[in-house]
């Protein structure tokens, strides 16, 4: 079993700046990507950013430019940098990791539990 525990949540001024952290433990031989989601109040939950093993990233659009996703593979770690924010980014933030417990084992995806990111003056 892989554990997710996001950290970096909190109340913050539009325009301001937060970074995320989750981390992740357990039974791991690999993670592969990671992810950030968020969900706001009566929406749907979405994509912010991913990242491959390798670094390769992806952005939904309404983040290009002001979010920053990163990882170091050694601590099994993935952060979210957040610059610029505005009141509509105000949600639940949750990180999802692809791990696998051995070697050619299947990849199975897990979920945090949120951190909660306000924007508001």
């Known amino acids: 079993q892989v554990q997710l525990v996001e950290s970096g949540g909190g109340l913050v001024q539009p325009g301001g700046s937060l970074r995320l952290s989750c981390a992740a433990s357990?039974?791991?031989?690999?993670?592969?990507?990671m992810g950030w989601y968020r969900q706001a109040p009566g929406k749907q939950r979405e994509l912010v950013a991913g990242?491959?093993?390798?670094?390769?990233?992806n952005y939904a659009d309404p983040v290009k430019g002001r979010f920053t996703i990163s990882r170091d593979n050694d601590k099994n770690t993935v952060y979210l940098q957040l610059n610029s924010l505005k009141p509509e980014d105000t949600a639940v933030y949750y990180c999802?990791?692809?791990?696998?417990?051995?070697?050619?084992?299947?990849?199975?995806?897990?979920w945090g539990e949120g951190t909660l990111v306000t924007v508001s003056s």
């Open positions: 990242i491959s093993r390798s670094g390769s990233t």
């Open positions: 357990g039974r791991i031989f690999s993670i592969n990507d």
């Open positions: 999802n990791a692809g791990a696998t417990m051995f070697r050619g084992g299947m990849t199975y995806y897990y």
